[in-house]
């Protein structure tokens, strides 16, 4: 018979339900509190090696961002012909090339681009495009479309560059996981409000997990290794909670929940956390903008533009500029033609963008035609996983992003990695 623990479910139900990934939720340290916050943190420090490495940003645009008015063709007349109420007009967009600018909203942005740290890659999409958010996010967070893959891209990613499991490789700033994070040997740190990190359950929950923060060795390796999680997970808290309490910074990241998540990310780079992914995104459906678009739209590119720029001028301040990048990306972007209620549906490609010192800046990829239309939808143009093998390879120094990726991608020379 099953042996019970004090939730009144076996161990095989409390591991499914979620306490491998408790050092994953970040909610521990709530009832672990027979580990000295002090102790832990000496501990958890004295364990990072390499503050100096490579650290990835990346930033979801959640709800299906329209590229079309991010980006602006504002010298085709097609783009004036189907969008003559949401339309950009030419004196208002950033012109950043003769063809194409930024809308007025993105100023950050465009200092980023201006200062030549700000990389814009078209038409990016996958084959056979899923309109449906829920699939299509599931395909980008996985990098493999169609595919039924369990683990996220970037779970894989920290699997095949830190294979040893390291600690807090990974840190996920949200209410719940994202699957992009999924891993089979990291444990991805994930938290809210890093103030008050603690585990939401039961009363039986919590004494459960009480049980298995202690030190004392059980003989069973499964047991141990749970034990070894909690204790992991306490000790990334308390770092955590200390980094939040001392952080200070005159930079302004502009208004919005993704601003204050960044400035979370920034406070864990400078406290210097072994963390080399992070993963930070808009709450809900933000982007999905099928009702009068015009202004909920401009705010939405504000808050992205400035949180952005913001934090790429505080991980400057602190002295680890050249250590950062950013990427942008969402499931879809819109279709061509503006609706009937002021607003645009779901759509296909898009553009993604690559921030950061070590960014050659610019255009690539081709801009997808708008008269050359699939069902009123743009044509891919980029590959979305052309970008994820850029930052694979030209960014994190994998040789192969075709082990994480599972396909060959060629990487775009965004870091002067050739295609």
Not at 17 to 25: E, P, Q, S
Not at 214 to 220: F, L, Q, Y
Not at 234 to 244: G, K
Not at 266 to 277: D, H
């Amino acid at each position: 018979m099953a042996e019970r623990l004090p939730c009144g479910c076996s161990r095989r139900d409390f591991l499914h339900r979620g306490l491998l990934g408790l050092g994953v939720a970040a909610g521990l340290p709530a009832v672990l509190g027979r580990t000295s916050a002090a102790l832990a943190l000496e501990e958890l420090r004295s364990g990072i090696s390499d503050a100096s490495g490579r650290i990835l940003v990346v930033v979801e645009l959640s709800g299906g961002n329209d590229g079309l008015n991010t980006v602006i063709p504002f010298r085709n007349d097609e783009y004036y012909r189907v969008r003559p109420n949401l339309g950009v007009r030419p004196k208002r967009a950033i012109a950043l090339t003769e063809e194409a600018g930024f809308h007025p909203s993105l100023v950050g942005m465009e200092g980023l681009y201006k200062d030549g740290n700000l990389a814009v890659v078209e038409g990016c999409g996958y084959p056979n495009p899923s309109l449906s958010h829920f699939s299509s996010m599931g395909f980008w967070h996985t990098g493999v479309p169609n595919g039924g893959e369990a683990l996220g891209w970037l779970g894989r990613l920290a699997d095949d560059h830190g294979p040893d499991g390291t600690p807090n490789y990974i840190v996920n700033v949200a209410s719940s996981q994202s699957l992009a994070v999924r891993a089979a040997r990291h444990s991805p740190l994930v938290f809210d409000d890093p103030g008050r990190l603690r585990r939401q359950g039961t009363p039986g929950e919590k004494q459960a997990l009480g049980h298995f923060g202690t030190d004392e060795a059980s003989g069973n390796d499964a047991l141990d290794f749970l034990r070894g999680t909690a204790a992991n997970a306490a000790s990334s808290a308390a770092l955590v909670r200390d980094a939040w309490s001392g952080y200070r910074t005159p930079v302004d990241y502009g208004i919005g929940g993704l601003g204050a998540d960044l400035r979370k990310v920034t406070a864990l780079i400078e406290a210097e956390l072994p963390t080399r992914i992070y993963y930070v995104s808009f709450r809900g459906n933000s982007f999905d903008t099928h009702v009068h678009q015009a202004d909920t739209h401009a705010r939405l590119l504000m808050y992205m533009s400035d949180a952005v720029a913001g934090f790429l001028r505080d991980v400057d301040r602190i002295g680890r500029a050249d250590d950062v990048a950013v990427l942008m990306f969402t499931e879809f972007g819109r279709r061509v033609e503006e609706n009937a209620s002021l607003g645009t549906d779901h759509g296909t490609a898009g553009p993604m963008f690559v921030a950061g010192k070590g960014v050659a800046g610019g255009f690539y990829g081709d801009t997808p035609s708008l008269t050359d239309l699939d069902d009123g939808n743009l044509k891919m143009t980029t590959d979305f996983r052309r970008v994820y093998a850029s930052m694979i390879e030209g960014w994190m120094g994998m040789d192969d992003a075709s082990a994480v990726l599972k396909g060959e991608f060629p990487p775009l020379p965004v870091f002067g990695v050739t295609s």
